[in-house]
């Protein structure tokens, strides 16, 4: 027998049950009004609390280590708790969300960012956090794809697999770095039209290939914890869904790490309406095999009852604790139970230059330049420059879910501007300042003054922070308050002006795109935001972020992604917008105004000599791709060389396009690189009819460029 199993034969049933249950840090210290509230709502007693094996969110290590020291006094067994957070885009020095993130396509990135996060969260008392989020996502009106990588399975999970990299570093054991959770198991992002917690209906082809292969990435790199999704899918909520819990994820793929439910998850089952009451949701979460419940009490107060009625057996309760004590053990809690959380390490890393450097790295190659009709970057030998708008000086740039974060940390881009040009050269106005109020034209007067006294413009728009994220989702996705009408004038009173965008989501930005000549869009770039917009802004640093997301020209367009399968009536590129009875509409483009994989530079990226080495492939054999790329301009920058495929026929319908690899690389000027890839026959396979995951013989063509610009294009035929 070994340790754990010693440890699993002493605890009594109400020791074990603790160990599957997690709550809020709130109902453990008096510090805040909660605790008499949700505790007795909960129908909880001190004793329940007490054997509780983890913890979500707190306020400071002190707090962290009073409550581990007063459970590890009253615990019979001994058994450490481990303490939960969601550090998703840093935990005090904050990098750009998720969906920005993923349009630096750099892997490399990625991974700094999250060890920044790990090394301040772990100092903090942080153990485990719930991220990535790998949910794949079409629409933006969900306010949570400010979470994820955007429309990419293959970018979602190689950015996922550097970030699990990243934070588990050389040994989740070890302080500085955190366990992670992959999370939200499975199809979250397919909410029925855009909004959060709605149903999702997709088949089961569909699932597999467009959605899973985030969460596999995953898996496959090492990530010990699961978090199902509050969403129905397919009309079953994911924590109670046999197909998602058992076959796949547990048979499947053979997962034998620790399954969290969400906030509430367990507990929620009786408002989707399959549980008549908790003692049915816990039923279904734990057949489904959820490991912890999260904030609710249907373990705590039925699961003893359900083994004793013979529902289960001990030994499936003995199965999930044993998950989760070795999860402990991996975590090395037996033998430093506070992980190594230290507030003065973590007071001196907080927002240190070192962290502050890779975050605004960070920040500059995920902005991405939508616009550029020669007007940037702007010389930093203007006389005047006017930074306006409600972003001009607006700290709240972090965006949702930035942890412990302060929006007084962040540089905004008129500090970012003054600090490049000193205070003689700038003015500011703030032209509407509040965003919420669609009459708001008060500052109007004062910033096309400013507009008209500077050489150009930098015009800050955007969305407030609290526009997306959970539970944030739109119906119109045009930039709010007065925006539009400030653009309008700014732009007329100096047609020298460049937008800057800060938005959780692609924006329906159609009447900028007409009216202004350059826009950048920064995303929610975190602390160092405004500072890395304003060095790309005059040239200091140069643009390369792709979208992962495409932009709609408007809202009517969602969900729209680039990879889609054709149809019998395709409108085809060169075609006029409308010809009838196409699938097009009558009164907008079919394409997205702005494509996944776009982006400007200001560099000048040439293609040629695509080579294949070979035009056939067979079953085992692999084709070698290499293509040059050229940078033909004065300008040393990076691109992202992007590999597309599309399969010409096929037993089910393909897509229009496919990625199947990239490379981001750096070129100086003049400099010239070729840049090779392995197409493999694993790349080339679908899920047919049968669910079978295979390829089909035939033609295929390779593009090189970007969704909606294939610059070289070559066929081959698998044999
Ligand atoms: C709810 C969110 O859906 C999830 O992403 C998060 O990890 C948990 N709450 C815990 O905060």
Redesign the pocket.
């Known amino acids: 027998m070994n340790r754990l199993e010693k440890l699993l034969s002493q605890m009594s049933i109400h020791d074990k049950i603790g160990q599957l249950t997690q709550y809020n840090a709130a109902l453990y210290t008096k510090t805040t009004a909660e605790i008499t509230g949700p505790k007795a709502k909960l129908g909880l007693t001190d004793e329940d609390l007490a054997a509780a094996g983890s913890i979500?969110?707190f306020a400071s290590v002190q707090e962290m280590k009073d409550i581990q020291d007063k459970h590890l006094q009253n615990d019979p067994n001994k058994i450490p708790m481990s303490f939960m957070m969601?550090v998703i885009h840093g935990y005090r020095t904050i990098f750009p969300i998720p969906l920005g993130l993923g349009c630096s396509f750099d892997p490399e990135i990625a991974e700094e960012c999250s060890r920044v996060a790990a090394r301040e969260a772990s100092a903090s008392g942080v153990q485990v956090t719930?991220t990535p989020?790998v949910d794949y996502v079409r629409d933006a009106r969900w306010g949570r794809v400010m979470e994820t990588c955007g429309e990419e399975p293959l970018v979602t999970g190689a950015l996922a697999a550097a970030q699990i990299r990243g934070f588990h570093g050389d040994g989740m054991e070890k302080p500085g770095n955190l366990a992670t959770c992959v999370?939200?198991y499975a199809g979250y992002g397919g909410a029925e039209a855009g909004r959060d917690y709605n149903l999702v209906e997709v088949s089961e082809r569909e699932l597999r290939e467009y959605y899973l292969p985030g969460y596999k990435a995953c898996l496959d790199a090492g990530a010990p914890m699961v978090?199902p999704s509050?969403n129905s899918l397919n009309g079953i909520p994911s924590i109670a869904n046999p197909m998602l819990m058992q076959k796949i994820l547990r048979q499947e793929w053979g997962f034998d790490g620790v399954v969290i439910s969400?906030?509430n998850a367990i507990g929620e089952l009786l408002p989707h309406g399959v549980a008549a009451d908790q003692k049915e949701a816990a039923k279904l979460a734990f057949e489904n095999t959820c490991d912890i419940e999260?904030c609710s009490s249907g373990y705590f107060h039925h699961l003893e009852a359900l083994i004793k009625e013979g529902i289960f057996t001990e030994e499936q309760l003995d199965a999930a604790v044993m998950r989760v004590l070795k999860f402990k053990d991996q975590l090395g809690l037996f033998d430093d139970p506070y992980h190594g959380a230290d507030a003065e390490l973590a007071e001196r890393l907080f927002l240190c230059d070192e962290h502050r450097a890779v975050v605004k790295k960070a920040a500059a190659e995920s902005a991405v330049l939508l616009k550029n009709d020669g007007l940037l970057p702007l010389s930093e030998k203007l006389n005047k420059v006017a930074v306006i708008g409600p972003f001009a000086d607006n700290h709240g740039i972090n965006g949702f879910w930035s942890c412990n974060g302060k929006d007084e940390d962040t540089t905004t881009v008129l500090q970012g501007v003054t600090a490049l040009l000193g205070d003689d050269k700038v003015v500011t106005a703030v032209g509407c300042g509040n965003l919420w109020d669609d009459n708001d034209t008060a500052g109007f007067a004062e910033a096309v003054a400013a507009a008209k006294e500077a050489d150009a413009v930098i015009l800050c728009l955007g969305e407030p922070q609290n526009y997306s994220g959970?539970g944030n989702c739109r119906t119109d996705l045009r930039l709010p308050g007065m925006q539009e009408e400030l653009a309008k004038q700014v732009i007329a009173a100096n047609p020298n002006t460049a937008v800057v965008l800060f938005n959780g989501r692609p924006l329906d930005v159609s009447l900028l795109h007409k009216i202004a000549p350059a826009i950048l869009t920064m995303w929610f770039p975190g602390t160092e935001g405004g500072n890395a917009a304003a060095e790309l802004i005059f040239g200091k640093r140069n643009p390369c972020g792709k979208l992962t997301m495409s932009f709609p020209h408007n809202v009517g367009q969602c969900p729209i992604y680039y990879n889609h399968p054709n149809t019998g009536r395709p409108r085809w590129r060169s075609q006029p917008d409308h010809r009838g009875y196409a699938s097009d509409y009558i009164d907008c483009a079919t394409l997205p105004l702005y494509s996944f994989g776009y982006g400007l530079s200001y560099s000048n990226f040439q293609y040629s000599d695509l080579i294949l080495s070979s035009r056939e492939m067979t079953m085992d054999s692999n084709i070698q791709v290499s293509v040059k790329v050229r940078n033909d301009s004065d300008r040393a920058g990076k691109e992202v060389v992007q590999l597309y495929m599309r399969d010409l026929v096929g037993s089910v319908v393909r897509p229009v396009q496919q990625l199947i690899a990239f490379e981001k690389i750096s070129l100086e000027p003049g400099e010239e690189k070729t840049v090779s890839f392995t197409v493999t026959e694993e790349m080339l396979r679908f899920y047919d009819m049968e669910g079978r995951h295979i390829s089909e013989k035939g033609d295929f063509t390779l593009m090189i460029g970007h969704a909606d610009h294939f610059v070289l294009t070559e066929k081959f035929q698998l044999v």
Do not use: Q
């Open positions: 979500l969110n969601d719930f989020m999370k939200h978090m509050f969400d906030y999260m959970e």
